[in-house]
């Protein structure tokens, strides 16, 4: 057991850390610095550059477009990318629908979606949530009913994630009434400028327009777009489930945000002294980077674990519920770091308006971060529900 | 000892209740918010003409009801429990105060434009290096004959865009985090050289960062001791504290309310929410925290008379104890609500914002368990 890295690794870490300041687009970065709401372009612009480099897909077999990369370069790669503070890549194409598709999926589903995941063509969204079904999901009612070719489906998705940008969405639908829950679910790819669409924004706490509501009204999908068997989409579903899982503890991206918040606690004056030399301040930032510590060490076993050919496991949702607790804290420090200039709501730039926002650049979002990371702890499958996965399958209770 | 209220406590919350239940629905509150003015003035005026309201803690030769901080409390925890956005605080809480405190003509004649809604005070006190520190103060008031010169940047100052008159701290001496030099006016919120940059804040509410530039302010703005008036910035700092607590008080049982109907309604695996055990634990946690915000309002608004050190001790313990309350119960209303909770849509999310809010104003906990500390564990 150790924990150095190699010369090889090391040199791996020089060359991603050279490629990152070469090439990350110095737009995107004065945006996230002013903290501003991202478009589809944006986040497009970094994926197109890593795919240009072969790097969109690290974890993806090589035959599929993967990096062949080792765990550890893979580890570095994830630490490199927070370090350098690069926006996170949206995981429904390349975490989600990608690892099912090239799993459980046709060739010719293959040989189709997965080039164009990689390349940032398409843009997926996740349609599994339904206003009923949110921790029950698979109480879900969205039917798919066989014509011929086609299946006709109705229903309601919400909480879809960025569906205002997508081509493509990966959906959970009922085709057997009569068998048990679980049973009677496939597992549908769904064009999503088909006819009967409806994509409605939801607006959430700080303003963001991030979720949407989808509303599916006899839109047919060709039986092509099913993956895997019909009826057997909750295996897809499981297996998304705890791939989304793993990624969901966010190590890196947390260290990168107890980093920002130093840095904000060095700014900020608490009297004579900066925030950060407060003791209740700094005694909060400690105890923070000691549990994310745990968390990251606790990831690493269980990537080792992975390594050794075991997939991710039920012990994943220790990694969630720890995970976001660590998001969600850092957002609460962050919030109490600014002070007063947490209350002041900015609207973003709107055209024409130059007019610089009230406080301190780092204060702007202070408020609506800590608001809409609220829901770290209810998606993905709620902490409530992840503590029922951990009693029940790791505790056997 | 008695912890019933008068008959008059009791007609003046169920007075004031049965008019914002009519006045003051949620749909209501999000249209005055997004109305351009970011209020209903309609109501202030309703507040102070039809129902007398702001004359609550004032005395009766002032036109008011003769109450005090038990008043003011009730009156901002039925405020809160309907998340206003009405300038009660500042106004009638603060300035009020701040005019009950030194009387003389100065309260002889604001406290009646008060009582009568033509007055609305802001208070600018916070400034953008000085935290929560009441004298760390950049702000300077200049002496000019009889009158001052004011010259400053104060953050944050909530109802300020709809200010008849300013609360201001500044310094007419010594350093900048100096206990001595602090000097308190009343000014005209429309003189010339006050400049205001006006925004929405997250809770719904309106603020404005202010910049005094040359402002001349005639000598009988001051309030109180010039140099001398930190100790009674303190006092109606404090009692403006426990009314942020009694507010904090009805959002809290509002948030914890939500919850319980919430979980009673939502189904999921085949039956309500409420019937996890899990959550049952959770919402009696939040319930317990509601009833121990009450209490500590109730303590530290009937220590407010006592000396500085006990009072300031009786402030931070109620202040402490509900910001950490209000954290809980708000994030864990919203954890229970799950994703719907997150939105725009339900008053619950926007409970939350205030309650978030309500946290750090005068302070966090982090910042009144230590001043906690400073004064009952010193050796």
């Known amino acids: 057991m150790d924990m150095e890295f190699s010369p090889e690794d090391l040199a791996f870490q020089q060359e991603v850390r050279q490629f990152i300041a070469d090439n990350y687009p110095a737009e995107l970065r004065g945006k996230q610095d002013e903290g501003e709401e991202l478009s589809k372009e944006d986040f497009l612009s970094w994926h197109k550059i890593l795919?240009?480099?072969?790097?969109?897909?690290?974890?993806?077999?090589?035959?599929?477009?993967?990096?062949?990369?080792?765990?550890?370069?893979?580890?570095?790669?994830?630490?490199?990318?927070?370090r350098a503070d690069c926006i996170r890549l949206m995981p429904f194409g390349l975490a989600m629908v990608g690892p099912v598709i090239y799993t459980f999926g046709t060739p010719e589903q293959k040989a189709h979606f997965l080039p164009r995941i990689l390349s940032g063509e398409d843009w997926w969204c996740?349609?599994?949530?339904?206003?009923g079904s949110g921790s029950d999901l698979a109480s879900l009612r969205t039917t798919a009913v066989r014509d011929g070719d086609h299946y006709i489906v109705n229903g309601q998705k919400t909480w879809t994630t960025l569906a205002q940008h997508a081509d493509w969405g990966f959906f959970l639908v009922r085709t057997d009434k009569d068998a048990k829950q679980q049973e009677g679910i496939s597992f549908?790819?769904?064009?999503?400028?088909?006819?009967?669409?409806?994509?409605?924004?939801?607006?959430?706490?700080?303003?963001?327009?991030?979720?949407?509501?989808?509303?599916?009204?006899?839109?047919?999908?060709?039986?092509?777009?099913?993956?895997y068997e019909e009826n057997k989409g909750w295996t897809c579903a499981k297996f998304l489930l705890a791939h989304e899982r793993t990624g969901i503890a966010g190590v890196a991206a947390s260290k990168r945000g107890i980093e920002k918040v130093k840095a904000i606690?060095?700014?900020?004056?608490?009297?004579?002294?900066?925030?950060?030399?407060?003791?209740?301040?700094?005694?909060?930032?400690?105890?923070?980077?000691?549990?994310?510590t745990a968390l990251e060490f606790t990831e690493l076993r269980s990537l080792a674990g992975a390594n050794a050919g075991k997939g991710p496991g039920p012990e994943s949702s220790l990694l969630k519920i720890k995970g976001s607790e660590i998001q969600q804290r850092l957002t609460e420090l962050t919030l109490e770091a600014v002070g007063h200039y947490g209350a002041p709501y900015f609207r973003g730039f709107g055209e024409g308006d130059n007019e610089h926002p009230i406080g301190p650049d780092y204060a702007h979002r202070a408020a609506p971060t800590y608001f809409n990371m609220r829901k770290t702890t209810i998606y993905g499958g709620s902490n409530e529900i992840q503590r029922n996965i951990i009693a029940k399958m790791v505790l056997g209770l | 000892m008695d912890f019933t209220y008068t008959e008059t406590q009791d007609m003046i919350r169920d007075t004031l209740a049965r008019f914002l239940a009519d006045t003051y629905d949620f749909e209501s509150r999000q249209k005055f918010i997004n109305n351009g003015q970011g209020r209903d003035a309609a109501i202030w005026t309703a507040l102070a003409q039809e129902l007398g309201m702001l004359g609550a803690p004032f005395a009766e030769e002032h036109g008011g009801l003769g109450g005090g901080a038990l008043e003011n409390a009730i009156v901002m925890?039925?405020?809160?429990?309907?998340?206003?956005?009405?300038?009660?605080?500042?106004?009638?809480?603060?300035?009020?105060?701040?005019?009950?405190?030194?009387?003389?003509?100065?309260?002889?004649?604001?406290?009646?434009?008060?009582?009568?809604?033509?007055?609305?005070?802001?208070?600018?006190?916070?400034?953008?290096?000085g935290r929560y520190d009441l004298a760390n103060l950049k702000t300077s008031a200049r002496k000019d004959g009889a009158a001052y010169v004011l010259n400053g940047h104060k953050s944050v100052v909530y109802a300020a865009p709809w200010a008849t008159h300013l609360l201001v701290t500044a310094r007419s001496g010594g350093g900048?985090?100096?206990?001595?030099?602090?000097?308190?006016?009343?000014?005209?919120?429309?003189?010339?050289?006050?400049?205001?940059?006006?925004?929405?804040?997250?809770?719904?509410?309106?603020?404005?960062?202010?910049?005094f530039e040359n402002v001349a302010i005639p000598g009988d703005a001051l309030l109180g001791s010039e140099g001398g008036a930190l100790p009674l910035i303190e006092q109606i700092v404090d009692e403006a504290t426990v009314a942020v607590c009694a507010e904090a008080t009805g959002v809290m049982q509002k948030l914890h309310e939500g919850t319980l109907e919430y979980t009673q309604q939502r189904k999921q695996f085949g039956v309500p929410i409420a019937k996890f055990q899990v959550l049952q634990h959770r919402m009696v946690d939040m319930f317990m925290e509601v009833e121990q915000a009450r209490s500590m309002?109730?303590?530290?608004?009937?220590?407010?008379?006592?000396?500085?050190?006990?009072?300031?001790?009786?402030?931070?313990?109620?202040?402490?104890?509900?910001?950490?309350?209000?954290?809980?119960?708000?994030?864990?209303?919203i954890q229970t609500h799950g994703g719907i909770g997150i939105t725009q849509e339900l008053a619950i999310g926007h409970y939350f914002k205030r309650a978030t809010m309500i946290e750090g104003q005068f302070g966090t906990a982090d910042y009144h368990m230590d001043r906690y500390e400073r004064i009952t564990l010193a050796d």
């Open chain 2, 297 to 333: 309002t109730i303590m530290a608004t009937l220590k407010l008379g006592l000396p500085a050190n006990e009072r300031m001790a009786a402030v931070s313990a109620a202040k402490n104890k509900v910001s950490r309350g209000a954290r809980f119960v708000g994030q864990n209303a």
């Open chain 2, 77 to 129: 925890e039925e405020l809160g429990k309907v998340i206003a956005i009405e300038p009660y605080l500042p106004t009638v809480v603060i300035a009020g105060g701040a005019l009950k405190a030194v009387g003389g003509a100065q309260a002889d004649a604001v406290i009646p434009e008060i009582i009568a809604g033509n007055a609305i005070v802001a208070f600018a006190y916070a400034e953008p290096q």
């Open chain 2, 176 to 211: 900048q985090r100096d206990r001595d030099g602090v000097s308190l006016f009343l000014i005209d919120a429309k003189l010339p050289g006050i400049v205001r940059r006006d925004y929405p804040t997250v809770d719904g509410n309106r603020a404005s960062e202010i910049y």
């Open chain 1, 126 to 131: 996740q349609g599994y949530s339904e206003p």
């Open chain 1, 188 to 227: 549908l790819l769904i064009d999503m400028k088909s006819p009967g669409i409806t994509v409605r924004p939801i607006i959430t706490l700080g303003g963001e327009h991030e979720v949407n509501e989808v509303w599916l009204e006899d839109v047919r999908v060709p039986v092509a777009n099913r993956v």
């Open chain 1, 51 to 82: 795919y240009k480099k072969g790097w969109i897909a690290p974890a993806w077999p090589v035959e599929y477009g993967g990096t062949g990369w080792t765990p550890t370069q893979r580890f570095i790669w994830s630490e490199e990318t927070a």
């Open chain 1, 265 to 292: 606690a060095r700014t900020e004056l608490d009297g004579d002294r900066p925030l950060l030399a407060n003791p209740f301040f700094k005694r909060k930032v400690a105890e923070l980077e000691v549990d994310l």
